[in-house]
């Protein structure tokens, strides 16, 4: 079971506006890329299903996080059935991120109250996920899609709660042109855990890069 309301998980992500996404087959990595990641200031963590087994890295995330980084509210992402959703649920995911979006994945989120995100590549998806109780919707990819993409749906569907995913850098101006846009939050991948840094184990590299994108962020919101 999750360890975080819905409310809880989805205030967490508006507030910091950004989660990691990352995946890696070491389970020890990826503890230490977690607690680099809380330890600059990161709350809501994205593992992705991208592996193999990896639900059992995901299920020791989970109890490593519930006593190393307490406040961390992990999720799963790459979900794109409702079997998965299920699988990762049971494991303790407080949230669940897709590249597409499934009713029938909403339909399992939903009876756990958790927060379902789905990637949605049109105005018409994004409308049917909020059909559906999405309420957080994932603009995919967004490097394809483009910041006004955002712009331009947000003008009649002002109430849409989007996160970014694709495109974004921890760089000052390519936040600047999504958080003015409207999003609601971004996703960041590789450009967070670039693979020397990884391979270097130099994990405070990846804590300071998380403060330093937290500062943009925090800076282009105040304008």
């Keep these: 079971m999750s360890r975080f309301t819905k409310l809880q ?6 507030e910091t506006g950004m989660v990691p996404v990352f995946y890696h087959k070491d389970v020890e990595v990826a503890r230490q890329v977690v607690k680099a990641c809380y330890a600059g ?4 963590f994205e593992f992705t299903n991208r592996g193999d ?42 949230f669940v991120v897709g590249p597409l979006f499934n009713p029938e994945v909403a339909k399992i989120c939903n009876r756990r109250l958790t927060p379902y995100t789905p990637g ?25 899609l483009g ?23 921890p760089e000052e101006a390519n936040l600047k042109s999504w958080f003015d846009a409207g999003v609601t939050c971004v996703g960041m991948g590789s450009n967070l855990f670039p693979a020397e840094v990884l391979k270097a184990q130099n994990w405070s590299a990846i804590a300071d890069k998380c403060k330093e994108t937290f500062g943009y962020i925090a800076a282009v919101r105040k304008k």
């Design 9 to 14: 998980t989805l205030g967490v992500i508006a």
């Design 41 to 44: 200031g990161v709350r809501a």
């Design 53 to 94: 087994f990896a639900h059992e890295i995901f299920g020791e995330l989970v109890k490593y996080a519930a006593t190393e980084c307490p406040d961390l509210i992990l999720g799963v992402g790459s979900i794109v059935d409702p079997a998965t959703a299920a699988q990762y649920l049971q494991l303790g995911a407080n």
């Design 120 to 144: 949605c590549g049109s105005v018409s998806e994004v409308g049917f996920a909020q059909e559906a109780g999405c309420d957080l919707c994932k603009v995919f990819p967004g490097d394809v």
């Design 147 to 169: 910041a006004n993409f955002v712009k331009g749906l947000k003008a009649p569907m002002p109430w849409s709660m989007l996160m970014v995913t694709g495109g974004v850098k």
